[in-house]
């Protein structure tokens, strides 16, 4: 054994002389000395043992916080009501959720051009990114789905009591929801479909005749019942919405304008082919309630985006742990610690020489 080595044993294996202040801890007696340590907090060291340190999780924080906070500003306001009183300023007080969008983007060319690590930032602009885009698309669709026929036909007037023989189509032409009077019956040998990709099913709203006998002939059937691929073009018998219940007297206004035009189409056909005029027809569908039916709508609306809020937080904090995991190293190792070249040469360096 070489002398240095020696040496270094015997430094090693000698006893120390320690010597301890009273005040801190220290006793004296038959059993030596002993230190009294105070209990120590952990959390740090488990945190140290995570790789978790403040400026980790202040990114993590920003990433967790500010996605939410952008599909919520985007999805409310082309959700509900402000979507539909002012549809084109809605879309401008919605781009101001690019703000972050744009900043975050920013800060990540800036941080990549000093040279620095822009992992986080990259991470945030494609978070907030996809937040943006999520709450514009998803908020889009459930207005035009749902919230849109909720607020169109609340916009309405309601009437109630109305009899077909006594009122023509343009009397109603603000109608929203409508309870027909007793002895209105929906006359579904009458119908009529246009097909346009979809079929286009329409029956005239008439009268009763009692006792299973036809009723009388109007001289303009402007009130109709609207219902899409419910029917066949070679049976054009109508079989849409309610058309089986008894109980049903109400209608609730179609409301998509693209779809109107179709309908219109089908009512000129019917014409054509059953010798009668509609004209000023007026598109319902045939339902058993009409308010509940107008309420079902908000219903799901509401539903729906409480569903996708929920659904995008959940999914971006996944995300965001994720991202902890991974960028917590300085390499892109995944929940390992990173192989640093060279540190299985400087490990066994002492074998050699």
Known sequence: MQPWVQKAYDESTQPLALAMPVQYGARYGDDGMEVKRRAQNKNHFKLDEWRINGPLIMKALVCILVPPMIFFWTSVFLSFYPHFTMPRRTWLIVSL???PV????????KTWNMGLDARWTIASAILFAAAFGAGTL????????????????QSLKSYSNIQPAEISGAQLMDAGRVQFAEGTKLLIDM?????????????????????????????SYDLWAVGKNCCRTSNPTFACGDYQNLKAKSGLRQTNEGERLYYALAVQQAEAAYGITASHP????WVEDADSQMQSYFNNGFRAWVFMSFGHTTFNLLVVVLLINILKYPT??????????GAFALAHSGHHG
Request: hydrophobic share 50%.
């Open 191 to 219: 119908g009529m479909a246009f097909t346009m990709d979809n079929t286009f099913c329409v029956a005239p709203i008439g009268v009763d005749g009692g006792n299973g006998q036809e009723g009388p002939t109007l001289a």
């Open 282 to 285: 007026v598109f319902f569908h």
């Open 138 to 153: 998803l908020g889009d669709m459930n207005y035009l789905t749902n919230m849109h026929h909720f607020y169109f036909i």
């Open 332 to 341: 892109r190792a995944l929940f390992r610690d990173p192989h640093i070249p």
């Open 102 to 109: 744009l900043l975050a983007i920013w800060a990540s060319v």
């Open 97 to 99: 959720a690019l703000l």
